[in-house]
C-alpha cells in the first residue's frame, strides 16, 4: 500500500493507553466483519474478524465488538504501543458475495 | 510461510501504454481477489477468481480492466490504454477458501500513469 490517510480522522493516544477505533457499516445484509491495519507502503494486515451470530470477540491485545442494531463496529487496542501506529480499515462481507467492503479508515498515532 | 507476493512493486508508465500485473497468491489458497486503492481511501473490489475462472468482475471499471489466472496459481491484471485516472495502489488477496474466509493481502503495485 501506499502511504494511505493524508486526510484520514486521526486518533492519537499515549503509548500504554487503550485506543477504541470506531466504525459504521453500511448493509445490513453483511455478516461477516474484519479489522485491518495498515502501515505506510504495505497492503492491510489482519487483525481480527467476528461473525454477526457474536458481539464480541477478543484476540492479543485487541478486542472487537459488533452491535448489529445500529450498525457499528468497533476495535479496542489495550496497552498501545507504538508499532501500533498505522491506519485501521473495517471490512464487511455479506453472505451472497465474496467481495469485502472496505469503510475510510482511520489514523491512529501512538505518542512515545 | 510466504505471503502474497506482488510484482513489480512499483510501475510508471506513460498514458496510452499497456501494463500487466503479477500476483503470486499463498500456496494453496483458491481464492484470489484484485482492489484497488487510491490514496486516503479504503480499497475497492475489483475481481475474484475462484480457481481459474473469474466468479465476481463487478469491480471493474470499464473493458479496459481485465484479469486471468489460467493454471489457478499466479494472476495476472492487464490494463489497457492506461489513464491518468487509473494510478493507484493495485492489491492482490488470497484466501484458502471459496471466499468467505479471512482475505490475506500483499504488499500491492503501485502504479502512476504519467
Known amino acids: 500500500g501506499e502511504s494511505v490517510g493524508l486526510h484520514l480522522p486521526t486518533l492519537s493516544v499515549q503509548e500504554g493507553d487503550n485506543s477504541i477505533i470506531n466504525c459504521a457499516y453500511s448493509?445490513?445484509?453483511?455478516?461477516?466483519f474484519i479489522w485491518y491495519k495498515q502501515e505506510s507502503g504495505k497492503g492491510p494486515q489482519f487483525i481480527i474478524d467476528?461473525?454477526?451470530?457474536?458481539d464480541k470477540r477478543q484476540g492479543q491485545r485487541v478486542t472487537v465488538l459488533l452491535n448489529k442494531t445500529v450498525k457499528h463496529l468497533s476495535l479496542q487496542i489495550a496497552a498501545t504501543q507504538p508499532g501500533d501506529s498505522a491506519v485501521y480499515f473495517c471490512?464487511?462481507?455479506?453472505?451472497?458475495?465474496?467481495?469485502?467492503?472496505f469503510g475510510s479508515g482511520t489514523r491512529l498515532l501512538v505518542r512515545p | 510461510g510466504a505471503g502474497v507476493s506482488q510484482t513489480p512493486s512499483n510501475k510508471v508508465t506513460e498514458k496510452g501504454k499497456y501494463v500487466e500485473l503479477r500476483c503470486d497468491p499463498i500456496?494453496?489458497?483458491?481464492?484470489l481477489y484484485w482492489y484497488r486503492q487510491s490514496l486516503g481511501q479504503g480499497p475497492e473490489f475489483l475481481i475474484y477468481?475462484?480457481?481459474?475462472?473469474?466468479?465476481?468482475d463487478s469491480g471493474l471499471p470499464n473493458d479496459r480492466f481485465f484479469a486471468v489466472r489460467p493454471e489457478g496459481s499466479v494472476s495476472t491484471l492487464k490494463i489497457q490504454r492506461t489513464e491518468r485516472g487509473d494510478s493507484a495502489v493495485y492489491l492482490c488477496?488470497?484466501?484458502?477458501?471459496?471466499?468467505?474466509?479471512?482475505?490475506?493481502f500483499g504488499p500491492g503495485t503501485r502504479l502512476t500513469v504519467l
Open positions: 448493509n445490513s445484509a453483511s455478516d461477516y
Open positions: 467476528i461473525r454477526s451470530n457474536m
Open positions: 488477496a488470497s484466501s484458502p477458501t471459496s471466499g468467505r474466509g479471512t482475505q490475506y
Open positions: 500456496s494453496g489458497h483458491t481464492a
Open positions: 471490512a464487511e462481507n455479506a453472505d451472497s458475495s465474496y467481495k469485502l467492503i
Open positions: 477468481f475462484q480457481g481459474t475462472g473469474a466468479a465476481d
